[in-house]
């Protein structure tokens, strides 16, 4: 069983910046797409972004897009998401994910799960 383990969480102010990162074990790490989704007590999970096993491929939502990156570092098994000009709408619980047979976006098609991390922006 593929296990991911989501850390880098907290609170930060508003402009400011933060590195949440995702430990794989248990799988192909290098072959999975990655995602970073983000969930709120008021809204359905929520694609943020997404990197493909060789890392060639990324895809952002536009909320994020210039903001925030996504990188993997496979001898690690590790998947990150750098988020710089924060804003109090980013603040939410933040999943990592893993989809053993493509890149994409969507919750549905991703196989494996982390328990999250709460990211908090104060304004």
């Known amino acids: 069983q593929v296990q991911l383990v989501e850390s880098g969480g907290g609170l930060v102010q508003a402009g400011g910046s933060l590195t949440l990162s995702c430990a794989a074990s248990?799988?192909?790490?290098?072959?999975?797409?990655m995602g970073w989704f983000r969930q709120t007590p008021e809204k359905e999970r929520e694609f943020v972004a997404a990197i493909s096993g060789s890392d060639r491929i990324k895809y952002y939502a536009d909320s994020v897009k210039g903001r925030f990156t996504i990188s993997r570092h496979n001898a690690k098994n590790t998947v990150y998401l750098q988020m710089n000009s924060l804003k109090p709408d980013d603040t939410a619980v933040y999943y990592c994910?893993?989809?053993?047979?493509?890149?994409?976006?969507?919750?549905?098609?991703?196989?494996?799960w982390g328990q999250g991390t709460q990211v908090t922006v104060s304004s």
């Open positions: 994910a893993a989809d053993k047979d493509r890149v994409g976006t969507g919750v549905q098609e991703h196989d494996y």
């Open positions: 248990g799988g192909a790490f290098s072959s999975y797409g």
